[in-house]
């Protein structure tokens, strides 16, 4: 009688996943970065994101490209993690990691987002002194966008408490590629070329793109196999010994707001501007619709899209006030604020981003969903910021906590260009503004963003 011998079976080998480091300082645009990779065609690979936020609340997960509106299935899946990760939250992202892994396996990629403040070196040194993460996965590349019109004011600071590290130039140097974003904002190339050098001179290796607006092919980023431990051990030969500690700014501190409800567009935007420029204190006690103007709307006749109009689109860029060009140490810097709000009367998201005096403020494709709970949520990062209550007390006046006093088809008395004049009311909560009414002696239309009884009267009460 023959016996068989039956040979064990090898284990199937467990995939390494790469992974994409993807960093830089506030604002830089690392979350527009992965919005164009999100809603491109071009790659044809299925990746998982881990977004991670400084703040207590999530905002770039309501500014991603939302996957159901994408059709893009389970190809992509965005985990959120709130902290920071290269010091606070070592721990979490390894446990985030090894829970991920079984979903994707058969993926193409990892793209890990750290905040604005992160020091890369602890992720990365993450992949190399764990093990059981090295099996699963490969650190394929370190990504580093650049902000071109802040990185040289960034890389000049120098901090007075000892040990604390100079996160922009620590970006720079683990780069294995760099993105030198918004070159539109800096004008000249020969402005271009000093920043570059500025930056070769921390990194000379690292190959430098120049993009606007985050507009890069994915294949440049994703897959490339750019990352080399020997270039990193050459930087620090003690890499790989100690678990890297990372001393941050301990002036530097985040506020987040969030609540339920939707807001006045126009309250919105003056409270902004408040804040970077400083008045949101000496303002305080004003009244808050000081300033509101009625603004001229295209005929009714005339097809209009939010896109269409400037009130809906404000990209500022010439104000001259910059905090870290201030005499006091004790001065408020605002390094990043951004924002997801519910505008009253509007069906798409309102979204903010602002670094330092330059912000952007408009209207995103993404929709509030019927079944999604219409709230607003903020967040500010930055140096010797003013308290959670100050900012929560300016932010909740936008809010739309009353009824309109007026209905469509009222006639009333608008407050145009230093007269009154009657108005017929076409619209309530037109585009975000309280009223869309239509001026009989002139036949045209005007918005008027809020309701007040210094701007719209009862045409009874005057009679």
Request: charged fraction near 25%.
């Amino acid at each position: 009688m023959s016996r068989r011998i039956l040979k064990a079976k090898k284990p199937k080998k467990r995939p390494q996943i790469p992974v994409t480091i993807l960093t830089g300082f506030l604002g830089s645009g690392k979350t527009t970065l992965l919005n164009h990779i999100l809603s491109s065609n071009d790659h044809g690979m299925r990746f998982a994101i881990i977004e991670n936020e400084l703040g207590a609340i999530s905002i770039d997960d309501k500014v991603l490209v939302a996957p159901k509106e994408q059709n893009l299935g389970e190809d992509h899946i965005v985990e959120v993690m709130n902290g920071c990760i290269c010091c606070k939250l070592r721990g979490d992202l390894v446990d985030t990691l090894n829970r991920l892994y079984e979903k994707v396996e058969s993926f193409d990629g990892l793209i890990i987002e750290t905040t604005g403040l992160a020091d890369p070196a602890p992720v990365v040194q993450i992949f190399f002194v764990d093990h059981h993460l090295m099996n699963m996965y490969r650190l394929d590349a370190v990504i580093t966008v650049v902000d071109a019109l802040h990185i040289r004011q960034r890389l000049a600071v120098k901090h007075k408490e000892e040990g604390v590290i100079n996160e922009s130039a620590a970006q720079l140097a683990f780069a294995d590629k760099i993105l030198l974003n918004k070159t539109d904002l800096v004008g000249n190339d020969k402005t271009i070329q000093d920043i570059e050098n500025k930056i070769r001179a921390i990194n000379s290796m690292a190959p430098i793109l120049r993009t606007q607006y985050s507009k890069v092919h994915p294949k440049e980023l994703l897959n490339v196999s750019a990352f080399s431990l020997d270039r990193v051990l050459e930087l620090d030969p003690d890499f790989l010994d100690d678990l890297h500690e990372t001393k941050h700014d301990s002036a530097i501190s985040s506020v987040a707001l969030k609540f339920e409800g939707e807001l006045n567009n126009q309250l919105l935007q003056n409270w902004i501007r408040r804040v970077i420029s400083g008045k949101m204190i000496s303002e305080a006690n004003k009244d808050k619709h000081n300033g509101i103007e009625v603004q001229l709307t295209k005929t009714p006749q005339q097809d209009h899209t939010h896109n269409g109009h400037n009130h809906h689109d404000h990209n500022h860029d010439d104000c001259d006030l910059d905090y870290d060009h201030q005499n006091s140490d004790d001065a408020m810097q605002l390094f990043r604020y951004k924002g997801v709000f519910a505008i009253k009367g509007v069906e798409e998201k309102l979204v903010l981003q602002g670094v330092n005096m330059i912000f952007d403020v408009k209207y995103s494709p993404n929709k509030w969903q019927k079944d999604e709970v219409r709230e607003s949520c903020m967040i500010f990062i930055g140096r010797n910021l003013l308290s959670t209550q100050e900012f929560k007390k300016g932010f909740e006046q936008c809010k739309v906590s009353q009824e309109l006093r007026f209905d469509a088809g009222d006639v009333v008395l608008v407050h145009i260009q230093q007269k009154w004049e009657k108005g017929l009311i076409r619209l309530t909560w037109d585009e975000g503004n309280a009223y869309r009414i239509h001026l009989i002696s002139r036949n045209a239309d005007i918005w008027v963003p809020v309701d007040t009884e210094s701007i719209v009267r009862s045409l009874v009460t005057i009679l």
